[in-house]
DNA sequence: TGACCAACCATAAAAAACCATGGTATCCCA
DNA sequence: TGGGATACCATGGTTTTTTATGGTTGGTCA
């Protein structure tokens, strides 16, 4: 599946299209869908996207841990599922955002990608300054509670 | 997965570019990214570094444990995976540091890559040696404290 | 016809590939 | 064992390609 790293800022113009940062389209091209999926996470201002099967598989785990008629399970899926976008990229690889997760994730005039494992964010570039600032704090306090991961050392 | 022993202390060009020890080279040619994974440990102010199964494996070993949406989760991903890069080699085997990391670790006309196992460091030469002499009397102290490992005997 | 959307073309900046070189350690053979 | 040849590695500069970005055109649907 593919992954995603680092944090690149794109311009937005005013037709409403970002590029997608170079690295995040080499690592969704083995996919089925040449493009991103994109939807409303629930937590944060912002929006989320993944290749295709990260989305399959995320359906696969609700079903699988709920049953496929929890109400539980249904509103999450409705809430996610039921507002993702696939988004095809132009052939310079650029993507139109959604107007309403446009507004909805404050995305101005620069949008910044954040690559977070096997899904990313979208930000308007002002609010992940802000929002960084206070991941890196509560990470500080959360990562002795995690599970200790290879290298023998401190991440 | 790779592994890396040893110090190397390699000149940085004026573009950036830093020739990776030809041995630590080796130990990611086996790995799916022909290149090394760079990003910002939260305690020194220096550069870690690994393969690319390393960071898939700590982002795959997050998102198990916990549910896609945990905030403790998030945090950590966001501080690491966030910050990481992904550095592929020239055909001479060298990587380009992001200015960003090279400055947050004081790099300025050559760096050192410690080997750590799993992992490794990349201090500016100057700093290393500062930070060597701390460790090294510090693991002196550190030592005899550490509960017994492998093998049935003391260590 | 007018608004919207998808492809096309152009350009500047940044990144990657290419080519050349000097030094060092290693191998081979007399 | 000595000396030359050789392979490898680190380094520097130049060229080519990619990427991000902006504008323009053509098509489509209401």
Known sequence: MAFFLSTFTNKVDKKGRVSVPASFR????????????VYRPL?????????MSFLEQLSDRLYGDFGPFNPDQMSVATAILAGASQLGFDPEGRVMLPAEMRDAAG?????????????????????YQAHLKDQLSHAAEAAPKLPPFGGGGQA
């Open 26 to 37: 080499s690592a969704v091209a083995a996919s089925h869908f040449p493009g991103i999926v």
């Open 43 to 51: 937590n944060f201002p912002c929006i989320e996207g993944a290749d």
């Open 107 to 127: 995305i101005d005039t620069h949008a910044t990608f954040v690559g977070l494992g096997r899904k990313f964010q979208i930000w308007g570039a002002d609010a």
